[in-house]
């Protein structure tokens, strides 16, 4: 998978470009559906990186088609089944094969639903200065990458643009956002999705720590699952084997090239530092493993 060169950036001319995202380019197919391609780009720090991982966008590809299967019986989804390359140009069809679906054009929420099942990451920091994730009071005493008591919960995020970062808010902020009845479906849907994916993944040998998720209403305001799901570039995955209360576990997911990154003089703001090809062939033997082992 990772023998072929990266995609970087996509340019097809068949259809017009809605967007260039973070990793995705979105086109438009006609006014009910849009075509979007999983490039390798990888972000870090809400930063695009200038260096691609070859095969990443055909991989997370295969996960979210894998996971969108998987759990359509808790909430639709935004696939079609239209197959990518029957959409644009003979010879623009190398640039779809394999990394990019045909979805229902929806109308994305403007939060990110994100799921935490353990105490980490900025949630860590969080608990430590206050007891608290996103204003959610937990248990007194937990410890780093504890499994929090009673159950995942949800703390939602704003969507920034690219180059600004996504902001913690509150569940009050959000049912303003998107009223309460919405979000009390948004946050149920969120958990269940998370419950459920990490269940079958902790059999799999893989801790799902955390996940984002998006959502997306049609006209008749029906609720969809969109974007990308449990992907190593959305969740957090711990090998299972090597996960110990107390400390971060190393992961399948792209915190190995923040923590490379996070040792370099740099300042977090674009443009970022190259990245070296071995952090780069690790990256993508990790990402190449928690595929094989939750869809084997």
Not at 10 to 19: G, R
Not at 74 to 101: F, H, K, M, Y
Not at 176 to 205: I, P
Request: proline content about 6%; some cysteine.
């Amino acid at each position: 998978m990772n023998n072929e060169p990266a995609l970087f950036e996509t340019n097809l001319t068949s259809l017009p470009l809605l967007h260039r995202g973070k990793v995705r380019d979105i086109y438009a197919v006609d006014e009910n559906n849009l075509l979007i391609i999983q490039t390798d780009r990888l972000s870090a720090f809400d930063v695009i990186l200038p260096t691609p991982v070859p095969g990443k966008g055909k991989l997370l590809t295969a996960l979210s088609n894998f996971w969108f299967n998987k759990l359509n019986h808790v909430i639709p989804n935004q696939l079609t089944g239209i197959a990518p390359e029957s959409v644009v140009s003979a010879n623009e069809q190398d640039q779809v094969a394999g990394r990019a679906l045909v979805v229902k054009r929806l109308k994305p929420l403007p939060v990110e639903a994100i799921v935490r099942g353990y105490v980490v990451g900025s949630g860590w920091k969080d608990y430590q200065q206050n007891g608290e994730i996103c204003g959610i009071t937990l248990a007194k005493g937990l410890q780093e990458a504890e499994k929090i008591p009673g159950g995942a919960i949800f703390t939602p995020s704003t969507k920034a643009e690219i180059g600004a970062h996504d902001e913690n808010i509150s569940l009050v902020a959000t049912n303003k956002l998107l009223g309460e009845a919405l979000a009390a479906k948004v946050s149920e849907a969120a958990v269940q999705l998370y419950t459920e994916a990490a269940d079958y993944a902790e059999k799999k040998g893989i801790i799902i720590a955390d996940t984002k998720f998006e959502f997306g209403l049609d006209n008749s305001d029906n609720l969809y699952l969109i974007d990308e799901v449990l992907t190593p570039d959305s969740s957090r995955f711990w090998p299972a084997n090597q996960y110990v209360t107390g400390k971060n576990p190393p992961s399948f997911d792209k915190q190995f090239v923040r923590d490379w990154l996070e040792q370099q003089h740099w300042n977090k703001q674009a443009p970022a530092p190259t990245l070296p090809t071995e952090v780069l062939k690790q990256t993508m033997e990790k990402y190449q493993e928690a595929l094989r082992l939750l869809t084997s």
